[in-house]
């Protein structure tokens, strides 16, 4: 039995691979971090390989930022990578960013 099958949208969600990226901005580079995320949304959620790519913010510390990724499966993750949209935003990110850190995650739980 699954542990979630009374709860169909919690299997949609653990239903293939996540990347959570976790971003530190730099000092005044916090909104420009936010800008870079936001235009990433809509590209990146026509990709025929991605779910959900949600950028979040931390209410308590704005220089903290969290994306959560899901992708149909690691391919979909390497094509993101490869898609000119993510191209054109990385080195812009990453010059802005303090830290960055990108996880890969599989469900185990199903």
Not at 7 to 32: C, P, W, Y
Request: a negative charge.
């Amino acid at each position: 039995m699954s542990s979630y099958s009374d709860h169909s949208k919690a299997q949609d969600l653990n239903n293939g691979f996540v990347v959570m990226v976790r971003i530190t901005a730099k000092e005044n580079e916090a909104d420009n971090v936010a800008r870079i995320l936001e235009s990433l949304v809509k590209p990146s959620m026509s990709e025929p390989g991605m779910k959900y790519f949600m950028p979040y913010r931390s209410p308590d510390d704005p220089t903290q930022f969290l994306v959560y990724e899901l992708y149909d499966n690691a391919s979909g993750w390497e094509a993101h990578n490869a898609s000119s949209h993510f191209l054109a935003a990385v080195d812009g990110l990453i010059e802005r960013a303090a830290h960055r850190e990108r996880i890969p995650f599989v469900p185990f739980v199903k």
